[in-house]
């Protein structure tokens, strides 16, 4: 069992920057590959990016790459979302998941363990 709990999520204007946070517990987060899934109101939760067990790997969805950075501190078991030049699009509750193995790392069924999600709001 993984309990994840997102944390810093809020309230930013247009091309401004919000950094997530997600603690996990357990003694093996290491052993799991770990994702940010995020869901606006009236729309599917849709992978945003992802990051493989040493952190070597990382994955983005094309509408945030090149503005959001993932990445992992496994002796802190915490996973972190940096959000550069924010969009009103961006909007929506962000979730942190894991999972043992990912082969589609887009797919919300590799993921076996989700957060309660963080608010983002981005005004314009």
């Known amino acids: 069992q993984v309990r994840l709990v997102e944390s810093g999520g809020g309230l930013v204007q247009a091309g401004g920057s919000l950094r997530l946070f997600c603690a996990a517990s357990g003694r093996t987060f290491s052993m799991y590959f770990m994702g940010w899934f995020r869901q606006a109101p009236g729309k599917e939760r849709e992978f945003v990016a992802g990051?493989?067990?040493?952190?070597?790997?990382?994955y983005y969805t094309d509408s945030v790459n090149g503005r959001f950075t993932i990445s992992r501190d496994n002796a802190k078991n915490t996973v972190y979302l940096q959000m550069n030049s924010l969009k009103p699009e961006d909007t929506a509750v962000y979730y942190c998941?894991?999972?043992?193995?990912?082969?589609?790392?887009?797919?919300?069924?590799?993921?076996?363990?989700w957060g309660q999600g963080t608010q983002v709001t981005v005004a314009s």
């Open positions: 990051i493989s067990t040493s952190g070597s790997s990382t």
């Open positions: 998941a894991a999972g043992p193995r990912a082969l589609a790392v887009r797919s919300k069924s590799e993921y076996d363990y």
